[in-house]
């Protein structure tokens, strides 16, 4: 079974500064993506980036970019110029290539912006 | 686009009664759905995947006659609990599949169950 480990319960950072978010992972699959979700208090889960286990380039959406170290499996998420609307819980998940299944997640990471 | 719409947003029953939750999604078709039970301060748990037109596909532990699922079109699905308990007080998410094979799930905005 495919296994998803956020090791930080709680991470804080200081307003526009950057923060790294740790993800590990446990699969015997070869075809499989790996997603940040973003859930504020509203508890609405927002996609924050996705990446593709067949690509090599890690992905990027504005100020958020991943570090995607297939051999390792491990799958961090990078804030830059950290705002204060970024605070929310943080998921790292996981998804079968195949899509019939759906996604494994991690227990979350709380990450707080001190203004 | 890609929205999925879930309802109610809130509700809050008596032990012993039953509750209906539907997941629609609005501007695409989703032959696949899916379950997530979140508790207080955890993460998301996946409790089945909702085929349309067939019989959901139900995770380890969950119990299929507690929490029925139908998946009657290719824009709804339906999560009953069933003869509520206190216990199943939670909150559930929906999520559907976009496109199969290119990662694309969206999720709905979640149930806050109260049984009292």
């Known amino acids: 079974a495919q296994t998803v480990t956020q090791s930080q319960p709680e991470m804080s950072v200081q307003e526009a500064e950057t923060v790294t978010l740790s993800c590990t992972y446990d699969?015997?699959?070869?075809?499989?993506?790996l997603f940040w979700y973003k859930q504020p208090p509203s508890r609405q889960m927002i996609l924050v980036i996705r990446?593709?286990?067949?690509?090599?380039q890690n992905a990027t959406e504005n100020r958020f970019s991943v570090n995607f170290q297939k051999a390792a499996k491990s799958f961090s998420l990078k804030i830059s110029d950290s705002q204060l609307g970024d605070a929310a819980m943080y998921f790292c998940?996981?998804?079968?290539?195949?899509?019939?299944?759906?996604?494994?997640f991690g227990k979350g990471t709380h990450l707080i912006i001190q203004p | 686009g890609a929205v999925v719409s879930q309802h109610p947003s809130w509700v809050i029953c008596k032990s012993g009664t039953s509750v209906k939750i539907e997941c629609r999604s609005l501007?695409?078709?989703?032959?696949?759905m899916f379950w997530y039970r979140q508790f207080p301060k955890q993460s998301l748990m996946l409790m089945a995947t909702?085929?349309?037109?067939?019989?959901?596909?139900?995770e380890q532990g969950v119990e299929k006659d507690k929490f029925l699922i139908n998946h009657a079109s290719l824009t709804l699905s339906t999560l009953t609990v069933t003869s509520a308990h206190p216990e199943d007080s939670s909150f559930y998410i929906c999520?559907?599949?976009?496109?199969?094979?290119?990662?694309?799930?969206?999720f709905g905005s979640g149930t806050r169950l109260t049984v009292v």
């Open positions: 699969t015997s699959e070869s075809d499989y993506y």
């Open positions: 501007d695409f078709q989703a032959t696949t």
């Open positions: 999520s559907a599949r976009r496109d199969r094979g290119l990662g694309g799930y969206t």
């Open positions: 990446q593709e286990a067949y690509k090599q």
């Open positions: 909702s085929n349309e037109g067939s019989k959901a596909t139900y």
């Open positions: 998940a996981y998804g079968a290539g195949g899509g019939a299944d759906g996604l494994t």
